[in-house]
């Protein structure tokens, strides 16, 4: 079975841009072709991730993308999962690596999420939830992960300051990425005095509506070798989704995360004690909390502690970096885009292009994408640059 | 119970399970094998899979296990923002999400709620979809 690896990566700025969706695509693409034989010569099929339609009144962006890539007559799709859509894109691209379809997929993501304002984004956001019963109750995105926030500080020893202090590790990372939205540092009065968007949960807790592409070129590794790229490989793939509705799931055990996770280091070989850094979904601060004891990396109740260094974290914990882009929080989380810019990421960090941003040694990464609230869906990538065990 | 002569009396459809909440009766699925609560009552059970799925009436009381307050409504209910809003944990069982008919800061985790329900408004009428339209609405109040 061929083994897929990342060739190359692009993506477009993020953030209020003056460009539709399908011209931030195009500078995305131009950016991981820079150097390489053009699209039509090397992708055979396209998956594009796209959370709304209600942004652009736009479907069809596997077709129309297709299109802007110059690729007329291949098998290309749009993939739906809200805020999951990217990384579902970039596993259908794996599977056809891996079973011998293709040689190279393009895994790509787009939103133009600015068009409407911010109640467009909340209106369209709000579509993710159930609407018989949810939807109808005026909930929202960032009152979601607030109930689930409200329930973690709760039952664990964390507090409000603990969850700023997440945003503010988050915004000093991505101080150090030139692509982030956020590139500035922030202190914790800053966040716990900003204004309340749904308690405990305040404006600096949430994760920016901004625009954004990206790309992600996924090839065989003699492929990726025949053209001269830096290579990274994507040796595990996982994907859960779970009840819709968050009242019906357990609501700090993220089961579909787990699950996601445990299913791509099984196939990778690994554990999560191998993880070097990992991109988490911390479209809240609390996220980042949830996911970290759902990935493995620390002991229930004490994810909250990422942002201080590993040696005084809870015992337990490993020593993983967790979202050294500024995470979704200040990197930006342009929804379709997301889980791919967190395949940038990485690809970035394991082949020595992450600048002074970088992890030192880090070898092993663990992506982790979700739609919906919480793990609705949730996909984990493990990518590596080591020998396969 | 098989679900594939399913209509909109079943109760397990969206349309049977709110006539029934129209009429106060709150209308839970629980696996026949697992006895798992589904609210909205459903034809399978997502704990174990089984499609023995009965509709029993549920409790309309049940305790707050957390709760929020929207500052940043959809379009659709601008109007009402800020509103409170909790995941309940009924006396049977089952979880719901729902408004609670309190202030904010007046409600704690644990706290007493009933389940109430009322017809929709005309705004809400305004926003819903042609097969929504006499949905009723569920509220929390504090007991
Ligand atoms: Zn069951």
Redesign the interface.
Known sequence: MPEPVIASVGASSLGRTDLPGRDLFSVALAEAFDGLPDPAELVEAMYVGNQSESYEHQIMYGTLLAEWAGLRHVPAERVEGCAAAGALALRHAVKDVRNGEHEAVLACGVEKMTSAGTSGATDALSAAFDRALEQRSGITAPSQYALLAKRYLHETDATERDLAEIAVKNHANAARNPRAQFPKEIDVATVLESAPIAPPLKLYDCAPVGDGAAVVLVTTAELAADLDCPQVRIAGTGASANNIAVAERDMTDIAGARIAAETAYEEAGIDAAAVDIAEVHDAFTVCEALLAEAAGFAPAGTGYQSYQAPAERADGWTDVQLSPSGGLKARGHPIGATGLLQALEAYEQLTGGAGDRAVEGAETALLLNEGGVADAVTVGHVLTTAEAP | MTAGNLDATDSRT?PG??DALADGDLLGGVCADCEQV???PRPAC?ACGSRAVDVEPQSREGRV??????????????A?AP?T????ELTDG??????VAAD?ADVA?GDSVELTVREPTAA?REVALDY?TD?P??IFELR
Do not use: K, N
């Not at chain 2, 809003?85 to 309940?88: K, N, P, S």
């Not at chain 2, 089952?94 to 408004?99: A, E, I």
């Open positions: 969206l399970f709110f589904l609210l909205p997502y296990f957390s709760y929020t307050e929207v500052h940043t409504p959809p379009p659709a209910f601008a009402d509103y809003v909790a995941v309940v089952g979880r719901l999400l729902g408004r904010y985790i809400e929504e949905w609405v569920h």
